[in-house]
């Protein structure tokens, strides 16, 4: 494709070149380009893309996109006002437009979006419906699985994926939707067909600053809804039992509102009814359109009564007949690294991961596991670095309030000190005046410490990795998983067992 193809009149842009060079190919990585690539020279946090021009141009790139005019030698240069946008609308048209000949679902909100996906992706199997998706944990369909190193991706991977998921016949796509790629413009200019609204709690201020601004992030996706050149029915799927739901359900939208909701005096379109929660999973009566049906899903916890009211709102949207896409919920599996259970053999104790990593996340997922008969609840937990600082005291104050004993430690520290991220969640532990907490730096250790301390009918929360196999120190990426590390510890626990060695179990004051 020639780059006077994919430009146009209506896109605000100088160029300084050739026009009629081709396009065979785009990126904003200087180590994966190749001949006849169109380079884009995003500004950063840490680096700044300018300083990989040279790079890309030296393995071929034939067009360099940057905010300001620079040296590029005998490559085109096209400068824009906007390059996050410009790159989403330039990814479109390189790949033609994938959005508008799928029904693209697009969920959003702070918590509860990859075990929605996982389970509108259960629903669509279940009636033969091929389904990709973009999310958390990786990017998938038919059986073809991407490591996912971002939520949601910048716009040439999301156009790639969705042009390469269109061409393996797959129709319908669910993509998780952050907040960071709705105000970086990285979906842009996507005809979504339906978007999901989870709920807004605290996360994410070192970027959005403001509640405000984190809300105008995510009602960005459901304003965009209709302004595409599709023309069928679109439709907005909203949690009104979150304060930020009943905001963005008041807002004029060119959508259909369908409204999900566990309160017994609201007006929902998908309402659930005489919840009863176990550890073998969650059952309710599902209300809709003045019927009542019985819901059993494998999932325990409140959280994940609302994560199947959406799925099962957004399949029906998809019209998806009812009683099928409710034997596809009920069939759906745990996303890993949600409340996953790891096998403690014959210790008597349960452990379980869980990617809580925000104070609302944590709470609920506290709240689901003290409703298991259990005789001490014990989590281990830390705080991201180089991220939102203001949520650590109040998830230290909720760990130790919702828990029998707490070991703080560390999360993805980056480049801030582990020792400093903990004194901030000590902070909000200490306006509790609890003392049931130790602070173990060390993650192994920590997660070690908890399982030699655990004893029979004991559950250990491992919370705030889940999924993630890896812990950021300083600038590298290093190998860690908390499934792994604590399957190493049970290990240990069951060898000092067999051998009569079993170390006493630690003795607590709470």
């Known amino acids: 494709m020639r780059l006077k193809e994919i430009l146009s009149d209506d896109i605000k842009a100088l160029v300084f070149g050739d026009l009629n060079v081709d396009v065979l190919g785009i990126s904003y990585d200087s180590r994966i380009v190749q001949d006849c690539y169109a380079f884009f020279s995003l500004p950063g946090h840490n680096t700044d893309g300018s300083k990989y021009i040279g790079e890309a141009i030296k393995k071929g790139s034939s067009v360099i996109i940057s905010p300001s005019k620079v040296d590029v030698g005998s490559a085109t240069l096209v400068v824009v006002e906007d390059i996050f946008r410009f790159m989403s609308i330039f990814s479109a048209r390189f790949y033609n437009y994938p959005d508008r000949e799928l029904s693209v679902i697009g969920i959003t909100g702070t918590n509860g979006k990859t075990t929605i996906a996982y389970m ?3 629903i669509l199997s279940h009636v033969g419906i091929d389904c990709g998706v973009i999310g958390t944990i990786n990017y998938r369909h038919k059986g073809a699985i991407i490591e996912a190193p971002n939520t949601t991706p910048q716009a040439p991977d999301v156009y790639r994926i969705m042009r390469e998921m269109l061409d393996g016949r797959v129709k ?19 005809d979504f067909d339906i978007a999901v609204f989870t709920n807004l709690t605290q996360d994410h201020l070192d970027f959005h600053k403001t509640m405000d601004n984190y809300f105008e992030a995510k009602s960005s996706l459901f304003r965009s809804l209709g302004t595409g050149i599709k023309k069928n029915r679109k439709y907005a799927i909203i949690n009104i039992d979150d304060k930020y739901g009943k905001k963005l359900a008041e807002i004029d939208l060119n959508a259909e509102k369908k409204l999900y909701s566990i309160s017994e005096k609201s007006k929902a379109d998908f309402k659930a009814e005489n919840i009863d929660i176990a550890s073998s999973g969650s059952k309710f009566d599902l209300a809709c359109n003045g019927e009542i049906s019985k819901i059993k899903i494998k999932h325990f916890g409140l959280h994940n009564v609302y994560n199947a009211l959406a799925a099962l709102a957004c399949t029906v949207c998809c019209n998806v007949n009812f009683d099928k896409a409710i034997e596809g919920l009920n069939k759906a599996k745990e996303a890993p690294g949600r409340l996953q259970r790891v096998d403690t053999g014959r210790l008597g104790f349960e452990i379980l991961v869980d990617y809580a990593h925000t104070d609302d996340a944590l709470k609920n997922v506290l709240d689901a596991i003290k409703k298991i008969k259990h005789k001490r609840l014990i989590t281990v937990f830390g705080c991201g670095g180089d991220r939102d600082r203001t949520k650590r005291p109040i998830m230290g104050k909720t760990a130790v309030e919702m828990s029998d004993f707490v070991f703080v430690t560390s999360d993805n520290p980056r480049t801030e000190d582990p020792n400093l991220i903990i004194l901030d969640i000590e902070a909000g532990i200490k306006k509790t005046y609890r003392a049931n907490y130790k602070v173990v730096v060390d993650r192994d250790e920590a997660i ?7 004893g029979k009918g004991d559950i250990i929360l491992l919370a705030g990795k889940g999924h993630e196999t890896y812990q950021v120190i300083g600038l590298d990426k290093i190998h860690f998983s908390d499934i792994d590390t604590a399957e190493k510890y049970i290990d240990l626990r069951e060898s000092r067992k067999n051998t009569s060695s079993e170390p006493e179990q630690e003795e607590f004051n709470f």
């Not at 070690?448 to 655990?454: F, L, N, R, Y």
């Open 172 to 190: 319908h796509i669910v993509m998780e939707v952050s907040s960071h790629a709705l105000r970086l413009g990285r979906v842009y200019g996507i």
């Open 448 to 454: 070690k410490e908890a399982i030699m301390m655990a």
């Open 120 to 122: 509108i992706e259960s």
